[in-house]
């Protein structure tokens, strides 16, 4: 908007809108360089709530740990480098003979015995299954499968070993069928 300016006489007309457009401009510029006067950041924190304490407390112990530990290690493995690194004594001479050896003996004696009888009772039982019985029967079903198959299973593996022998026959130059009259 003019707000009137087009009722004020201008000598030219060119320059004056110019001039308009150029205060325009720096009004514009203005605006956008213009520094707010309401403070908008976040307050400063106070410097008791800036560091974690207790963090910080949680953390030196932890390393004070780490080094207690690392200190026995190292102690241990010194101790173990000065002490004699040979052990060319012979500590089980004191421990040579031991105290229950007999009953130890007599235990074994009383299982043995008792597993020989086992074995011998298992050896004189009679079997309660008859396996003359399971052979005959087990003839029989052979003879059914006979009965039932298409096939007899002799003439299935003839077959398969007559096929076999004619590829390998066949692989090596022989003719196919030996039947076979060219």
């Not at 106070?46 to 953390?59: D, G, V, W």
């Not at 000065?82 to 052990?87: E, G, L, V, Y």
């Not at 003839?139 to 002799?154: D, H, L, P, V």
């Amino acid at each position: 908007m003019d707000r009137g300016r087009r009722a004020m006489p201008v000598g030219n007309k060119t320059c004056n809108d110019r001039y308009i457009k150029m205060c325009q401009e720096k009004h514009r510029k203005k605006l956008a360089d213009m520094k707010c006067r309401v403070d908008n950041k976040p307050p400063d924190k106070p410097a008791h709530l800036r560091r974690n304490l207790k963090k910080e407390q949680l953390m030196e112990d932890r390393f004070a740990t780490i080094e207690r530990d690392n200190r026995i290690l190292l102690e241990k493995m010194s101790y173990i480098m000065r002490r004699n690194q040979f052990d060319n004594t012979n500590e089980s001479t004191a421990y040579a003979h031991s105290l229950n050896k007999e009953a130890r003996k007599r235990e074994l004696q009383k299982i043995t015995r008792e597993n020989q009888g086992i074995l011998r009772r298992i050896q004189q039982s009679e079997p309660h299954y008859n396996h003359m019985k399971w052979a005959e029967e087990a003839r029989r079903n052979e003879e059914y499968k006979k009965n039932i198959c298409e096939y007899q299973q002799e003439d299935i593996y003839s077959s398969k070993r007559s096929v076999l022998a004619s590829a390998a026959a066949n692989q090596f130059g022989a003719p196919l069928y030996e039947d076979e009259d060219v």
